[in-house]
């Protein structure tokens, strides 16, 4: 079982690089694949149970996959020592920003969407 | 002895050594601040530079693990499924939000570095600060950005909106639930899931969906925007 969605993942990925070479598009293959697993899984071409299994393995362990790239800072610890306030300062209110419009945005839609469907348009 | 020194096994036992240990000291302490992976950043930073060894023997080492950052980002097509079932009918709002979210972030993000002087390497790397790290080193790889300058933003924003994030919303009167978890998940992707959780179940659910829909917009629109404002 699992190896069966360690092919579908596989497959997913493979056939992402296939359409990013074909056609060069500036887009990482492996979100391509994640929209190709999505839409497998929803026409039904691969079942939720083949799946599940490996993505909450994968998905639990995301943080030490990550790891690795977090300690490529200490390559650049010069670089980022240079700009270290603009990044944190610029990052922190960016971040903020985002927050703030993604929930607002949101809510407001929502809102807009509720009298809408009471008004039975 | 040098040998011995970039022995991959040697090298991955001290990393997932430190992550555990420090993943065992945040539930002793049941300190939800305690963050794994900025106590194992710097720890492990701090050990190879102590004993001598170079980037290059720890990147071999970590390549074993680093091969599954791909399918771990397909692997996300799973909890966008079983989420995209219980919120059809909101598909619009959600949408739209983050779409508004992603492009505030790239282009907030860039002007704030590019304001304030910083270098080319900051203004790229600062582009995918709000996404889960997995799919902001691809960005990266798509934009010729640095990785290492891009994984410090990410774990700026991220500690930035779980430490201060529900303040800030409440500061604007965001209370509900689904805006407060989605957007959480939208700016501070995994540690802004983390916080999440203190919140319950519903929270992670939007959470984990604006971590995942933030990643791939941006995935899209980075690239689009990025060369056009630097």
Redesign the interface.
Known sequence: MLLKA?LS??A??FL?QAIVTVLNL??????I??????GA??VGLVR?ET??K???V??D????????????????LD??A??LW??????????????????????W??K??KLRAGRGL | MSVLKSNPFFLLFV??GV?ELSVWLRQKLKQPLIN??LI??VG??AF??LFGIS?AD??MA?SH??F???????????????Q?QKIRS?W???I???V??SI??IV??VH??QA????M??MI??SA??V????A???M??LGG????S???V???GV??QV??VY??HQ?R?R?A???G???G???H?LGTARSMQMGSRHVAYATL?L?LN??LT??LA??IVPWLV
């Open positions: 360690v993942v596989f997913c990925l992402g500036p887009l990482p293959a492996s979100v694949g994640l929209l190709l697993l999505f899984l929803q939720l799946v599940e490996l993505a909450k994968m998905l362990h995301l943080v030490l996959l990550v790891i690795p790239a977090c300690i490529s800072i200490m390559q650049y670089i980022i240079d700009d603009i990044l944190v300062a610029a990052t922190t209110i960016s971040t903020f920003l985002v927050l703030i419009v993604t929930a607002k945005s949101y809510d839609l929502r807009l969407q | 990393m997932i992550f794994p992976t194992t950043t492990v930073i190879l530079k980037w720890f990147e970590s693990l680093s599954w950052l791909q399918p771990v980002v397909v692997c996300m097509a799973v909890p966008l499924y079983v995209w909101q619009l709002p959600i739209v939000s983050q508004v979210g505030v972030g907030s993000g704030l570095v304030m002087g910083g270098s390497d900051s790397a600062v600060k709000s889960t790290m997995p799919i080193i691809e960005v790889n798509v640095v990785v290492g300058i994984a410090a933003t774990l700026i924003a930035a909106g201060m994030g800030v919303l604007v965001v509900r689904m805006a407060v989605l957007s959480l939208t700016a501070s995994a604006g995942i990643g791939i995935a899209f690239p689009v």
